[in-house]
């Protein structure tokens, strides 16, 4: 078996877009995304987890005689496709996102009322930079659906961490869709 070192992908670099729920979705991985689309800043050292749900239940059903399996029962699912990250940066995009709220900005702050309940949905794009190669996740139908706890010291950054789960858009008939230059006709 040869080995590639070539085809070994590291995420470099890259950034988190959000924008309005319905906003147009990238055409390739490549391709300048839509002027809606925000890029949210600074992520953390830890960078970001794309978590795919697991394979779902499987009830073995087996027979009185000898206790032999007969059939296998399988759902499933109920998790959905997620990212996790950090945002570093405090601004308008990463307070929206963690506290689920909008913000109203002056020239000399910026105000938001927060209240328990549901984060709206909005659509997210992920790049991953390796050099020359990209990958490219759109998200058309973003939650915001955890959050991790809000730390003030004084020797750490502020950090935002928000898990973004992908729900099926029902139009464009996914929870995300990827592309990767890696992965062209050689």
Known sequence: MTV???????GITGAVSKAPLGTAAPTTAIV???AAFKDAGAIS???IKLSLPDGGDST??????????VRTLRTTSDDLPALTFTF???NKTSVET????SVTQSGTEGTFTYTVGLAPLAAYVLDVIDGAKSKRFHIPRGARVEVGDLVFKNDEAIGYEV???AELDPVLGYNFKG?????KTP
């Open 60 to 69: 073995p059903i087996k027979a009185w005689q000898n206790g032999v399996s």
């Open 179 to 183: 592309w990767d230059t890696g992965l």
């Open 32 to 34: 300048a995304l839509d």
């Open 45 to 47: 050292e830890d960078g």
């Open 163 to 165: 898990t973004i789960e």
């Open 88 to 90: 570093l940066e405090t």
């Open 4 to 10: 590639d070192p070539s085809k070994v992908d590291v």
């Open 98 to 101: 963690y506290f689920g709220v």
